[in-house]
RNA sequence: GGAGAGAUGGCAGAGUGGUCGAUUGCGGCGGUCUUGAAAACCGUUGACCGUGCGAGCGGUCCGGGGGUUCGAAUCCCUCUCUCUCCGCCA
């Protein structure tokens, strides 16, 4: 969420920003301004009233030290009235800043201004692309059909046991999870990322914390016995390890990334396009989370993007980085890269990478925050994160992209991973 | 799952109704000394909100929530978590 502060002394230039968004937040500024002003005026009193009673309280121990308990009772009769006021006043306080707080998580995060205007994916500006996109023969096949005929995935099996959009993964078909999972933790290692691997069931506060909650709900699978979530992407577990920190500057920026499988209900929207591989309840993610001071998370941010474009380009898969305009970014970033890949066979663009800065917007909500040496005041973080890289579509690229008569040719960085260098 | 103990500032650890945001030690920061460092000594050292140009002033915070009281870290209720012993177990 924004800060108030910033709220308050930028109002017309949040309405302004956020129209990129295509987000009309002038009444809702408008009722948080008059809110926050009703907050200290209410504030202000109450503190004269407590300040009084704190007051009289001391005094009143004074005279019992002093036995002059005649006195003492005198007094107490006074604070009869006050505490009535303070009480009432304290609700008022509570109401007005709950009130608060419900429009100020109304209002997105502000784009960067390098975010592109438009509404839709169509108005998505390309960075730029890479790879070859290959010319496969006639009779090519789209992953669904590979998987069957290469028995390395079973829908029908993941459906019996649980429900459909939970594939089991067989042989080859697992082996090579494995291997992408191994390849994509090594290069992050490589690239300076400390692993961790955090619980994938979460409690509500770290639900909040990242935005899941109270919003998207209904995106999470609850076990209500013990009310926790399944975790959607490990962003959640790893970035609320930051929840109510105060960080030294000089150990920003933090980098980890983990590996966890990630639980999303998709509720209503399967349909042919999201055949196979394409959507899944559960799949497997790397994800790589940085909290970063804020002049230099869009430098970090250009890093984080480089990691993920130099990981598809060693799988050898034709991909193209996008930044998405104002009405396709999410609610809480600031500036979102998108990657996608080319299948070949399906002849679509898959996305497989999503990558943001979120300056502040999520550090206000999880109070992470760091402080230097000439400092007088923490202050928020920059939190960034991105998928370094998600499974399956990676996977659906690899397969169609790779197809050949005689089977399907592993990228040559996962063979030592794998172990074999064909699927026939 | 059964029985018991506990939760205090970055850490350790006092404090059981009255100027306690909290003794003390460690750590951190600044200084004296030193060619430099260590040691020693001196000083300093939380977060949030409001108010003020500012020094400052006021308020809140001793796991969370509620209560008793003129007054709560301290008493009561409740929730969460941690530890010890027993049971079970990858």
């Keep these: 969420m924004l800060t108030l502060k910033y709220i308050e002394e930028n109002a017309a230039l949040v309405v302004e920003r956020l129209k ?7 009444a809702i500024v408008q009722q948080i301004q008059e809110a926050n002003q009703q907050r200290k005026e209410t504030q202000a009193r ?4 407590k300040a ?19 006195e003492a009772n005198r007094a107490k009769m006074k ?58 023969p006639e009779g090519k096949k789209p992953h669904w059909d590979l998987i069957q005929q290469y ?17 089991v993964y067989k042989g080859k078909g697992a082996k090579l999870q494995r291997a992408l999972i191994s390849f994509f933790l090594d290069e992050g290692e490589k690239a300076g990322f400390l692993e961790v691997q955090p619980p994938i069931l979460v ?10 909650l109270p919003d998207k709900e209904g995106q999470m699978y609850h076990a ?58 559960q799949f497997d993610k790397v994800e790589i989370v940085e909290i970063a001071h804020p002049d230099h998370s869009y430098e970090i941010l250009d890093s984080m993007v480089a990691h993920v ?28 890269y998108d990657f996608e890949v080319y299948s070949a066979a399906q002849e679509r663009w898959l996305e497989v990478s999503s990558v943001s800065n979120f300056e502040t917007y999520q550090a206000n909500r999880l109070k992470c925050r760091y402080k230097g040496k000439d400092m007088k005041k923490p202050e928020l973080a920059h939190t960034l994160n991105g998928s370094a890289l998600a499974l399956p579509r990676i996977v659906a690229a690899i397969l169609e992209n790779n197809q050949s008569p005689e089977g399907i040719r592993i990228p040559k960085v996962l063979v030592p991973y794998c172990g074999f260098e064909l699927i026939s």
């Excluded at 006021?85 to 100020?104: Q, R, W």
């Design 20 to 26: 990129v968004k295509h987000f009309d937040a002038a």
């Design 309 to 336: 474009e130099n990981l598809i380009s060693k799988l050898e898969l034709p991909y193209r980085i996008i930044r998405l305009c104002g009405g396709d970014m999410s609610f809480t970033s600031a500036m979102t």
């Design 203 to 212: 409690n509500e506060d770290s639900g909040f914390g990242t935005g899941q």
């Design 224 to 281: 209500t016995a013990d009310n926790l979530y399944l975790v959607p992407t490990a962003e959640v577990p790893v970035t609320n390890m930051y929840r109510d920190v105060i960080l030294s500057e000089d150990q920003l920026p933090v980098k980890n990334m983990a590996y966890t499988p990630c639980f999303r209900r998709e509720a209503g929207s399967w349909g042919a396009h999201v055949r196979g591989l394409n959507r899944l309840h």
């Design 46 to 49: 109450v503190d004269a009233l």
């Design 79 to 136: 604070t009869v009235e006050l505490k009535d006021e303070i009480k009432a006043l304290d609700t008022t306080f509570a109401d007005t800043e709950a009130k608060l707080n419900e429009l100020v998580v109304q209002l997105p995060n502000l784009p960067h201004q390098l975010v592109p205007e438009g509404r839709t994916a169509e108005d998505n500006l390309e960075i730029r692309s890479g790879g070859i996109i290959p010319q496969l």
């Design 52 to 70: 009084e009673m704190n007051r009289l309280s001391n005094e009143i121990g004074q005279l019992f030290k002093e036995k002059k308990m005649d």
């Design 151 to 167: 028995d390395i995935i079973d829908f029908e099996l993941g459906t019996k046991l649980t429900g459909a959009g939970f594939p």
